[in-house]
């Protein structure tokens, strides 16, 4: 059954990320990010992932997976071989993360303070130099949910700001995070410190 | 991995469209701009600070920068950076344009004497000082004519001119523009060409060892008759007769080689007379705004795809363009002031073959009618059988769209 499973990938604004959705749940509603192949002793999935060359990073987030990749390979190819896997994951029918592995997680207070530390810390005292604010609005699970504001919210670099630098400086800190959702309304910023202008 | 220098300024719409072509690349991605960021700190292998309106200046920090980050491409975006681009991927070994042909391409003035110097068709021209105190005097070539800044980009600041009085109006009001434009640092004269006229195209292409690749044709179906050049629609495939296309290819590339151009992306402007093609210019970076976003090649590439593999040495053979017709709008501006709001976009969006409304502008923005001009507030882009839909679908989703000013 699964060989009309159907798998689309999408390129993230980091170049060494691709996430590739699935058309059913692989984590329902949950979150989970593995930093290395050692940390995915405990997913099936992941560890799979993990056996394809070049794979650095994998987080699994309900019916998606978001690959990070070092190395030569191109997308594509790195691409055909995580499909491949995804599938042959769902053949199997075991979860793609171990239950008792969210027992690892660190408690939700606990991950929000950190993440608030880090922006506290290493985030916003840097871009308040150009207006901005990175907000922590939620944790669910290891997943965290951020939006820009002030000069951050329209700014022609925003994204360059999020994926090169605020999703690293998290991520080195804290692995066991999960997404990080940019829930910012761009389109509503009215004082962008980068208003996209030229050609 | 190899390593992608990107040099983006900071104010560009194509950001993203960049970041997400670098990811489909597979590259290690370092973003150039010419203020630094904020985040640099957290990612030093990730963000650069270059000077691009000094573009000799660049090259010491480029160097730095490779020693500890292997650079194996650089790619220049927008008029703003390419001669930058081209001095530091000189500097540091990789495919680049002359950076002197770069400079002389940006220079209306420069680029019009090299063409016909090089027997290419392009208007007759002159070119005065803003303090001449017969910078208003008729051209020899007569009236009608068009007056135009150097090297502001988009139309900004290019008038047609009828007659004397009319000509003594449009310089002031040049004058009054190029003033307002920080950064504009050849601005010490305009340009006065003859007017040409007839339909006007722009050629998509690239330069791969001199050699110039047609990506994309596209007819502008907008009458761009004066006194002001506001760009609107951009559609392709072109509708023109194969011969006709194939003559503004030969245009483009004799203007190309004319200018030295060698390396990258050119996007090219003519206009078709009864004698052939006139070159109005020709930009060696791509497409501006996120028009980009209108092409498709092979299994569903973009624009920038095919300028990141040419950076990274690809030299496989270009995907052809995908067979559908497509068109992008540039919204108009019709009238300015702060931008409080576009009404109609879900309406726009709705109308039949509308791929999507982009409102690019923020609420606040100043917006300014051409010839003063100044940031697009948005872009439509549609999708149909032919171009004849698409453009209909275009016209329908203006009508649908009202920008919405503060007071107004």
């Known amino acids: 059954m699964t060989d009309d499973v159907k798998i689309s990938g999408e390129p993230m604004n980091v170049p060494t990320m691709c996430r590739f959705t699935v058309d059913r749940p692989l984590y329902p509603d949950q979150s989970f990010h593995f930093g290395s192949s050692e940390a995915a002793e405990m997913s099936p999935l992941a560890k799979r992932l993990f056996a394809i060359e070049g794979v650095a990073a994998v987080l699994i987030t309900d019916n998606r997976v978001t690959v990070t990749k070092h190395g030569p390979s191109p997308w594509p190819e790195v691409g055909q071989q995580v499909g491949t896997a995804l599938r042959e994951h769902l053949a199997t029918g075991d979860p793609a993360v171990d239950p008792s592995l969210r027992d690892t997680i660190p408690p939700v207070d606990v991950l929000r303070d950190r993440v608030q530390g880090i922006l506290d810390r290493e985030v916003n005292p840097s871009v308040a130099s150009h207006g901005g604010v990175v907000r922590l609005l939620d944790v669910q699970e290891n997943m965290v949910y951020v939006q820009m504001g002030g000069g951050c919210q329209g700014c022609g670099m925003a994204d360059v700001t999020l994926k090169q630098g605020v999703e690293i400086a998290i991520r080195s800190e804290i692995p066991e995070v999960g997404e990080i959702m940019d829930t910012t309304d761009h389109a509503s910023g009215n004082n962008p410190y980068y208003a996209p202008s030229k050609k | ?408």
Request: proline share 8%; aromatic share 6%.
């Open chain 2, 1 to 408: 991995m190899p390593r992608l220098l990107l040099m983006l300024p900071t104010r560009t719409y194509r950001t993203p469209a960049l970041l997400a072509a670098a990811a489909r690349c597979g590259v290690e991605l370092t973003v150039a701009s010419e203020e630094g960021s904020s985040v640099a700190h957290l990612n030093p292998a990730g963000f650069l600070t270059l000077p691009f309106s000094s573009p000799d200046a660049c090259a010491g920090p480029a160097l730095a920068f490779h020693d500890e980050y292997p650079v194996d491409a650089v790619i220049g975006i927008d008029d703003t950076v390419v001669e930058a681009a081209a001095v530091v991927a000189r500097e540091l070994g990789l495919p680049h344009n002359d950076p002197e042909a770069v400079a002389v391409a940006r220079d209306k003035r420069r680029a019009r004497e090299r063409l016909a110097a090089a027997d290419v068709p392009c208007p007759g021209f002159d070119w005065r000082r803003f303090e001449d105190p017969e910078r208003a005097r008729p051209p020899v070539f007569g009236f009608p004519a068009v007056i135009k800044p150097l090297s502001l980009s988009a139309s900004r600041g290019v008038i047609r001119v009828d007659d004397h009085p009319g000509m003594v109006e449009a310089v002031g009001r040049l004058e009054s523009i190029v003033d307002d434009e920080s950064g504009s640092l050849i601005e010490e004269g305009f340009l006065v060409e003859s007017f040409v006229s007839g339909p006007e195209v722009a050629i998509e292409g690239l330069l791969r060892d001199g050699q110039l690749q047609v990506l994309a044709v596209f007819d502008k179906p907008d009458p761009l008759e004066g006194p002001y050049f506001e760009e609107t629609i951009y559609l392709t495939p072109s509708r023109l007769p194969a011969e006709c296309q194939r003559a503004l290819l030969e245009s483009s590339r004799a203007a190309c080689t004319a200018l030295g151009l060698t390396e990258g992306a050119v996007h090219a402007e003519l206009r078709i007379t009864e004698s052939g093609p006139v070159v109005i210019e020709v930009n060696p970076r791509a497409i501006g705004g996120l028009c980009s976003d209108v092409m498709r090649f092979g299994t569903g590439l973009r624009l920038e795809d095919i300028l990141l593999h040419h950076a990274l040495g690809d030299r496989a053979p270009l995907p052809d363009r995908v067979e559908s017709a497509a068109g992008v709008l540039m919204l108009p501006v019709k009238s300015g002031g702060a931008l409080l709001r576009v009404d109609g976009v879900a309406a726009a969006e709705a109308v039949a073959g509308v791929e999507r409304v982009a409102i690019t502008a923020h609420p606040g923005q100043q917006l300014s009618p051409w010839p003063e001009g100044g940031p697009y507030p948005g872009f439509v882009f549609a999708r149909g059988e032919t171009a004849d839909e698409v453009e209909r679908a275009l016209h329908t989703a203006d009508q649908e769209l009202t920008l919405v000013f503060e007071g107004g």
